[in-house]
């Protein structure tokens, strides 16, 4: 099945600041990429994902790379906000065949220090 | 509005005591899933269901069962409680073809 791997556990950047999440999947049917941020006793919610098709896709601040030859992807978060801190979880599946449930990697702790 | 929503948002049982999550959603989504959220495990699957009558088992299903008799409702039971299943529980539902996955607002539980 598919595996994937996130780092770092936790992330302190300055306000202001850029802020970088990688992960790494291990299926290469997995051909999309969703992130995920939950606040402190939220529910996890979508705010970006990527299909294979594509090599990055922008939202404002937010922006997700894929290089799907590494099988790896990353979420940058530029001019960092208080309210950016969160815990981060990127995802993957395959939209076309098999497993229809995302497999999550184990969260990113982001802290922005005002 | 449609949501997703489950119920109790909180609880805690008895060790070896059978205890049932709910979870029910407005979408009409075909696709339901329980997943388990633990401190440096992120999210793991433990359920999903394609449609009514349909279940399938995640990485985590041991001690875990689910039933689908309508689109709406996925209950998650835990035949009998273990303090390993102390977790924050989350339901999430998506369309069929879509890659979305929307979640409710979880339920912790605590075995003791």
């Known amino acids: 099945g598919e595996n994937v791997e996130q780092h770092p556990s936790t992330l302190s950047v300055q306000e202001g600041d850029s802020a970088v999440i990688k992960c790494t999947y291990s299926?290469?049917?997995?051909?999309?990429f969703p992130w995920y941020k939950q606040e402190l006793g939220k529910r996890p919610q979508l705010i970006i994902d990527?299909?294979?098709?594509?090599g990055e896709k922008k939202d404002q601040r937010i922006a997700v790379t894929l290089n799907k030859t590494a099988k790896h992807f990353s979420l940058h978060i530029t001019e960092t906000q208080p309210e950016d801190s969160a815990v981060y979880f990127c995802?993957?599946?395959?939209?076309?065949?098999?497993?229809?449930?995302?497999?999550f990697g184990s969260g990113t702790r982001l802290q922005v220090q005002p | 509005d449609a949501e997703i929503t489950q119920s109790p948002r909180h609880k805690i049982t008895e060790t070896g005591r059978q205890v049932t999550l709910a979870c029910h959603q407005t979408?009409?989504?075909?696709?339901m899933f329980w997943y388990r959220q633990d401190l440096g495990h992120g999210l793991r699957l433990i359920h999903y269901?394609?449609?009514?009558?349909?279940?399938n088992k995640g990485e985590v299903s041991d001690g875990y069962s689910v039933s689908r008799s309508n689109t709406e409702d996925l209950p998650l039971t835990l035949e009998s409680a273990a303090s390993s299943q102390t977790s924050v529980y989350f339901c999430?539902?998506?369309?069929?073809?879509?890659?979305?996955?929307?979640f409710g607002q979880g339920t912790r539980l605590t075995v003791v």
């Open positions: 269901s394609y449609g009514v009558q349909d279940t």
């Open positions: 990527i299909r294979s098709n594509v």
């Open positions: 995802a993957a599946r395959d939209l076309l065949t098999g497993r229809r449930a995302l497999t």
């Open positions: 979408w009409n989504h075909n696709n």
């Open positions: 299926d290469s049917a997995s051909n999309y």
């Open positions: 999430a539902s998506r369309p069929k073809l879509t890659g979305e996955a929307f």
